[in-house]
């Protein structure tokens, strides 16, 4: 993990066990703050229950054209992790 890049957030919202939104504010480079062209893009998760034993994590992400197949890439890998973690409790 580089802990000299990154993103600047704020938690827009919370619900806990339904939603959070994450309001992106800053893109961190070397260390440096800078704003960026999709500043206040956001993330939404939100839980959805399914029945007694299921439920379904949603994930809405404002994406820049050109960040779309890196994100692809690493949403669908970190969404793996998320359910093989959710499923083995």
Do not use: C
Request: charged share 35%.
């Amino acid at each position: 993990m580089d802990d000299k890049n990154g993103m600047s957030s704020y938690i827009e919202r919370l619900v806990p066990g339904e939603q959070m939104v994450f309001s992106h504010q800053k893109e961190l480079k070397d260390g440096v703050e800078k704003d960026f062209d999709w500043q206040g893009a956001k993330e939404i998760y939100s839980l959805k229950k399914e029945g007694e034993r299921r439920t379904e994590l949603q994930v809405l992400v404002d994406i820049a054209p050109d960040m779309e197949a890196y994100f692809n890439k690493v949403f669908a890998e970190a969404l793996q992790i998320i359910k093989t973690a959710s499923e083995n409790n």
